[in-house]
T-cell receptor, first 114, second 112 residues
């Protein structure tokens, strides 16, 4: 069964450093998402992406964040200058056009900012 | 502000019992409803989706939707210790926005 994959599983970085989180969505999916979950809190929407552009972004997704689909398979989230409060699990999700709203989540990347 | 509310639990049930998980949502234009299961340190795993009022059954799971009362529930029959996890309710708005709004989740504990 096709799955969303994410790398790395755990990323440790120093405050102020740039990080890139990588995702490979399910191959025939067209809509891509990033969510985050701070430890003990709810899953929060960050950004949605379709047809090579951002469809929607939350207030969390400020100028420090960017997304890119550099090729036909990868979908990346970049945080330009990490802050302590960026420490969280970051989940990539994808869905197909005819699949209503059903989003399938990847295993997540745990980001720890020191 | 769209809100999705769940009792954080824990909800403790004995093995073999029915577990009942509830979720309420604030926005009447909500169109789609999802239950995800999340084991500790893992990602949300889709269990069920429901779009119309009434019940939808899939194996041991039944989702119930009541749009007039703005609640959605999940019943787990014949609960197993492996069902012990946090159950996340998520709401989608289909035509207005593509994002899912999640509740905080209900932690379920099934004891042998």
């Amino acid at each position: 069964e096709p799955e969303v994959t994410q790398t790395p599983s755990h990323q440790v970085t120093q405050m102020g450093q740039e990080v890139i989180l990588r995702c490979v969505p399910i191959s025939n999916h067209l809509y891509f998402y990033w969510y985050r979950q701070i430890l003990g809190q709810k899953v929060e929407f960050l950004v949605s992406f379709y047809n090579n552009e951002i469809s929607e972004k939350s207030e969390i997704f400020d100028d420090q964040f960017s997304v890119e689909r550099p090729d036909g398979s990868n979908f990346t989230l970049k945080i330009r200058s990490t802050k302590l409060e960026d420490s969280a699990m970051y989940f990539c999700a994808s869905r197909n056009r005819g699949d209503a709203d059903t989003q399938y989540f990847g295993p997540g990347t745990r980001l720890t900012v020191l | 502000q769209k809100e999705v509310e769940q009792n954080s639990g824990p909800l403790s049930v004995p093995e073999g019992a029915i577990a009942s998980l509830n979720c309420t949502y604030s926005d009447r234009v909500s169109q789609s409803f999802f239950w995800y299961r999340q084991y500790s340190g893992k990602s949300p795993e889709l269990i069920m989706s429901i779009y119309s009022n009434g019940d939808k059954e899939d194996g041991r799971f039944t989702a119930q939707l009541n749009k007039a009362s703005q609640y959605v529930s999940l019943l787990i029959r014949d609960s197993q210790p492996s069902d012990s996890a946090t159950y996340l309710c998520a709401v989608g708005y289909r035509y207005n926005t593509d994002k899912l709004i999640f509740g905080t989740g209900t932690r379920l504990q099934v004891f042998p």
